[in-house]
């Protein structure tokens, strides 16, 4: 992986960090599969999936286009590609395929037109985000639609307030900042949308998630070791202070389990292209 590569996606590309980006998008299931329906994705279309990451929105697209559809997948991250393919080949979704892809040059996305591209959490890491919607909107097919989804992360909070959630909150807003993303983006969709010449969303969903201390932790937790590296060398926090504010959490979550912990709102945007 290239020291650009890198720098694109700010949590790494570890196996942690894997298996972090498949329990997030399994949370976000539901507020996904609600989009597909709104847009009404019928059989036999062709799906883009921009920054498929584990593929778990390529199995969601599979399921509802069927054996005669077609659901593209790319991301620059060619070994996990290869590996989702091959995960949902063996499950017989066999319409699935990916091609490593860099959406912030000028390269032609494989097979487009779609009648479905769909984004989830790649505006939020990429500061060339309008070029990219621009191009995810420039790969739908007239009548096709564009979805995206992404974070608003400043909600973060657990009630009442704990120093060690506050202190998790502060490095993940700081820390994913000095690297160039937005941690308010999703609120930002449909000002993108028209920027981009998409006009104004033909619809919008905002979904959270509020879960006890004790569970909802895990997503904190993770989230903060894979952006470690990131605000340690920005100076957000150090090696000691991490270490410190981990500990802190684990006596918050044993003290205060019930404690409701609400996640970032994942935002959602639509819009149809016109058959013109």
Known sequence: MSTVEERRYSLGHTTAEYERLRAQARVWEAATSRLLDAVALPRGAACLDAACGPGETMR???????????????????????????????????????????????????????????ARLILYHLPQRVEVLGRLWDAVAPGGCLVVQDYDIRTVSVLPSLDSVDEIGRVLIDGFGAAGCDVS??????????????????????????????????????????LLPVAIAHGITTDEQA??????????????????????????????RDVS
């Open 243 to 272: 270490a410190e504010t981990l500990e802190a959490l684990d006596r918050d979550a044993e003290r205060f389990p019930d404690r409701p912990l609400l996640w970032p709102l994942m935002i959602g945007a639509w819009k149809r």
């Open 60 to 118: 969601l697209m599979a399921e509802r286009v069927g054996a005669a559809g077609r659901v593209t997948g790319i991301d620059l991250d060619a070994a996990l590609g290869e590996m989702v393919v091959e995960g949902l080949h063996a499950d017989g979704y066999h319409q699935c395929r990916f091609h490593a892809h860099d959406l912030t040059t000028d390269a032609a996305i494989a097979g487009a037109p779609f009648d479905l591209v769909y």
């Open 185 to 226: 983006i999703g609120v930002r969709l449909p000002q993108l949308f028209a920027e981009v010449g998409a006009g104004e969303p033909d619809g919008t969903d905002v979904a959270g998630r509020l879960e006890p201390l004790a569970t909802g932790r895990m997503i904190l937790e993770r989230t903060f070791r894979s």
